[in-house]
């Protein structure tokens, strides 16, 4: 079964530093998302892609974090510089055309700041 | 905008109990239901799904939800669970239409079931 592929697992890095976070959707899911979870918390969306574009980056702390998605497939999140309050699991989920609705989620990548 | 509260925060069931976990939701226009699961030490995982049509929807592994309009509400029921069901559990609210709406969680409520 295919699946969300995330990289790294696990993260642990200073305040003050740059981290970034890769996501591998399911092949042919035109639809990237990106979601941070708060110990204790929901998933909030961070931002969407619809293929390389930007549909909404609402939610996203633009002064410190950005994502790209340059050829519409794989998509990485960076956040530079890295401040404690950034701590949280970082989630990746993709949807595809035929059922845009359902979001399918990667392991996600556990974000330590120090 | 629309929001998602799920009340119960933690639940603590011995095995064969009944469940049932709460989900009310916020918006006044068409939505898409979700139930999400997280088992420990996995991701994410859709359990079931209300779009249209029959309000009692069936998922995996026995769960079932119930969509009641006049309530806001998508509450999840298993008639017995088991050990294995102990995980985190997320109700989701899609709203709006095409590729531009937004996914809203509630919090979640964390199941333990014991023996």
């Known amino acids: 079964e295919a699946e969300v592929a995330q990289s790294p697992r696990y993260k642990i890095t200073e305040k003050s530093q740059a981290v970034a976070f890769w996501c591998d959707p399911i092949s042919g899911h035109a639809t990237l998302y990106w979601y941070r979870q708060i110990l204790g918390q929901g998933p909030e969306l961070l931002v969407q892609f619809q293929d390389e574009s930007v549909v909404d980056d609402s939610q996203l702390p633009k002064d410190r974090f950005s994502a790209e998605r340059l050829k519409g497939v794989d998509s990485t999140l960076k956040i530079q510089p890295a401040e404690l309050g950034d701590s949280a699991m970082y989630l990746c989920a993709s949807s595809s055309g035929l059922d845009w609705e359902t979001q399918y989620f990667g392991p996600g990548t556990r974000l330590l700041v120090l | 905008a629309q929001s998602v509260s799920q009340h119960n925060h933690h639940v603590i069931l011995s095995e064969a109990a009944s469940l049932e976990l709460g989900c009310n939701y916020s918006y006044g226009g068409t939505v898409n239901l979700f139930w999400y699961v997280q088992y420990p030490g996995q991701h994410l995982q859709l359990l079931l799904k209300?779009?249209?049509?029959?309000?009692l929807v069936k998922g995996i592994k026995g769960f079932e939800a119930e969509f009641i309009k006049s309530k806001f509400s998508f509450n999840l029921r298993k008639p017995s669970v088991q050990w294995s069901d102990t995980a985190e559990y997320f109700c989701a609210v899609n709203a709006g239409t095409g590729t531009a709406s937004k996914l809203t969680f509630g919090t979640g409520t964390r199941l333990q079931v014991t023996l």
């Open positions: 209300y779009f249209s049509g029959d309000p």
